[in-house]
T-cell receptor
Framework: DAGVIQSPRHEVTEMGQEVTLRCKPI?????LFWYRQTMMRGLELLIY????????DSGMPEDRFSAKMPNASFSTLKIQPSEPRDSAVYFC????????????FGAGTRLSVL | DAKTTQPTSMDCAEGRAANLPCNHS???????VYWYRQIHSQGPQYIIH???NNETNEMASLIITEDRKSSTLILPHATLRDTAVYYC?????????????FGTGTRLTVIP
């Protein structure tokens, strides 16, 4: 398996623009997580899905953030409108519930909002 | 919520064993100890996990004390590529619903 695939790897945009980050989880995994990493706050969970259904979005900072998982092989994290404080690295991870219960992470998307 | 305590940073000579400690004195009976690492500019990478027995895989060994209040990750022969931030995490096993709380981790620098 190619692992968790995120796109784009880098995104530079201007304040006020819409940003969409994409994630393809590992095939067969039933959980998908979106994390954000900044120097100030470290790595923090934004939202996670189980079988394509959002379970906990308490980490989503504001209504400007939204996430969807239309099918088992694709998820998006959208920021609209974007602000400079959204600049961070966004990671997607997937997990198969079971004895190992290991989360596998993508390479991340580095977002810069100017 | 931080359930683990780790040293902020450590150095290790290349080729020597790196021993990374972690305290988790409030660990519950159904919580596992997981170790991840994050090499600069990459996503976190799973290393190893355990409940109460010592574990070994191709990457590392995990030693958990009998009272389970602390553990040590051992990289037997550290290389320069092992330079990374290492995170010790406790979480309930057997359910994917528990996200990982990463904390600040230990920054390991392997010195040539």
């Amino acid at each position: 398996d190619a692992g968790v695939i995120q796109s784009p790897r880098h995104e530079v945009t201007e304040m006020g623009q819409e940003v969409t980050l994409r994630c393809k989880p590992i095939s067969g995994h039933d959980y998908l997580f979106w994390y954000r990493q900044t120097m100030m706050r470290g790595l923090e969970l934004l939202i996670y899905f189980n079988n394509n259904v959002p379970i906990d979005d308490s980490g989503m900072p504001e209504d400007r953030f939204s996430a969807k998982m239309p099918n088992a092989s694709f998820s998006t994290l959208k920021i609209q409108p974007s602000e400079p404080r959204d600049s961070a690295v966004y990671f997607c991870a997937s997990n198969l519930q079971g004895p190992q219960n290991i989360q596998y992470f993508g390479a991340g998307t580095r977002l810069s909002v100017l | 919520d931080a359930k683990t305590t780790q040293p902020t940073s450590m150095d290790c000579a290349e080729g020597r064993a790196a021993n990374l400690p972690c305290n988790h004195s409030t660990i519950s009976g159904n919580e596992y100890v997981y170790w991840y690492r994050q090499i600069h500019s990459q996503g976190p990478q799973y290393i190893i996990h355990g409940l109460k027995n010592n574990e070994t895989n191709e990457m590392a060994s995990l030693i958990i004390t009998e009272d389970r209040k602390s553990s040590t990750l051992i990289l037997p022969h550290a290389t320069l590529r092992d330079t990374a931030v290492y995170y010790c995490i406790v979480r309930v096993g057997l359910t994917g619903a528990n996200n990982l709380f990463f904390g600040t981790g230990t920054r390991l620098t392997v010195i040539p």
